[in-house]
């Protein structure tokens, strides 16, 4: 039997059940013809195939009768997005350029881009919640390409089954044998995620919810909320939403500590200026000294590294259960910006960290594969770029 899920999109035109809620799948099985007082069981052996076992293929579902695998192999598949490039950088962060199942007849299927970037002690996989970004940050790349359409539940969830497919990160995976991929007994390759790939992710909020909720579900995938971090430019009026809906843990891309310069850096900032945005994360509920919200700056040459805009942004986080986390600018083609100097962002970080804050500077990673914070936007579109360019 042919496996659905490795087929190219074209070749399956069957609506594929991984990456779905426990609500969907129901109602795809009720749909099917399955009684509904064998609903809850149905729904419990699908999930546990899907999530924690990794399976790509319905035969392998051996509590499952052979008829009924055989009638939900005609009907559905287990398709995930499918890997159309990888890059692996020097320091072994990888980039998957992943292209989603076409969602009509006249799609071909859209594609974004998510990273993984292993550490000693855990590996973070860092996912997309839209194709493209509605938002023009001036220092990102992500910016500068258009908002195409928001990912589904199952978009999203599908790039982490992808990841940890690749990963070896299942049951009966076999790990790359390149030593930078955490192993050992008991040792998950990816422990946390990150919604800090394409697109803002609270416009995306329900869709985000859900994959939160399909992440951290105790009987499959099985990540700690507390190992789930999205991370937004400041959607003020969904930032409680968030904490109420799935509760994971928040980042703010602050990166300004005025709104004069916070505008030019962040044009949502004119419609939430920081003010509105500080107080919606100090309400944002369950945070406390144990589940601190990330601030994250990007350090940018000349422009916001000075000492006095250091001590400000002690200042603004006062009563604000808080950790830093200094981000080195990381370059792409024409960007308008450097990256500041270490010896500024040395001095930046010790103001912080006098004042009581955590303060990490994140390690770029992936810069030699345009991996790095804010240098996702997919090839594709690069490639279309480049073609305009040549044509005009």
């Known amino acids: 039997m042919i496996n659905a899920s490795l087929l190219p999109a074209s070749l399956s035109n069957k609506a594929s059940l991984a990456g779905l809620s426990r609500r969907e799948i129901a109602s795809a099985l009720l749909q099917h013809g399955i009684a509904e007082r064998e609903i809850r069981m149905r729904v419990n052996q699908l999930w546990h195939w899907i999530y924690y076992r990794g399976v790509t293929d319905f035969d392998q579902m051996l509590n499952i009768s ?182 994971p843990m928040l980042a703010i891309s602050l990166h300004a500590v005025n709104d004069e310069l916070r505008n030019k850096l962040i044009p949502l900032n004119k419609k939430y200026p920081i003010k509105d945005l500080l107080f919606a994360c100090q309400n944002y509920p369950g945070v406390s000294n144990a589940r601190r919200i990330t601030f994250e700056y990007v350090m940018l040459k000349n422009i916001n590294d000075k000492p006095e805009d250091a001590r400000e942004l002690v200042r603004l986080l006062k009563g604000i259960p808080a950790k830093i986390n200094l981000i080195p600018f990381n370059p792409w083609p024409s960007a308008p910006y450097e990256c500041s100097d270490w010896s500024t962002i040395e001095q930046f970080s010790d103001i912080v960290f006098n004042a009581g804050y955590a303060s990490p500077v994140r390690t770029p990673r992936g810069r030699d594969i345009y991996a790095a914070c804010g240098q996702l936007k997919s090839e594709t579109e690069k490639l279309r770029a480049r073609i305009r360019m040549t044509n005009t």
């Open 66 to 247: 052979k008829t009924l695998r055989q009638s939900l192999s005609e009907a559905y598949n287990l398709r995930l997005p499918e890997i159309v490039e990888e890059q692996v950088s020097t320091d072994g962060t990888r980039k998957w350029l992943l292209r989603l199942p076409p969602t009509n007849d006249q799609d071909k299927g859209a594609e974004i881009e998510c990273v993984y970037i292993p550490e000693s002690d855990r590996g973070t996989l860092c996912v997309s919640s839209q194709v493209g970004c509605t938002l023009t940050c001036s220092f990102c790349h992500t910016g500068t390409q258009k908002l195409v359409r928001n990912l589904s539940t199952s978009e999203i969830v599908g790039q982490l089954l992808v990841a940890r497919h690749r990963l070896g990160d299942f049951p009966e995976g076999v790990r790359p044998d390149n030593g930078m991929v955490p192993s050992g007994e008991g040792v998950r390759a990816i422990s946390n995620v990150v919604f800090m790939g394409m697109g803002e992710p609270l416009y995306n909020l329900n869709n985000v919810s859900e994959a939160v909720d399909i992440m951290a579900d105790g009987e499959g995938l099985s990540l700690s909320k507390r190992r789930i971090t999205v991370s937004t430019s400041g959607v003020v009026p969904e930032i409680e939403k968030l904490g109420e809906q799935c509760s």
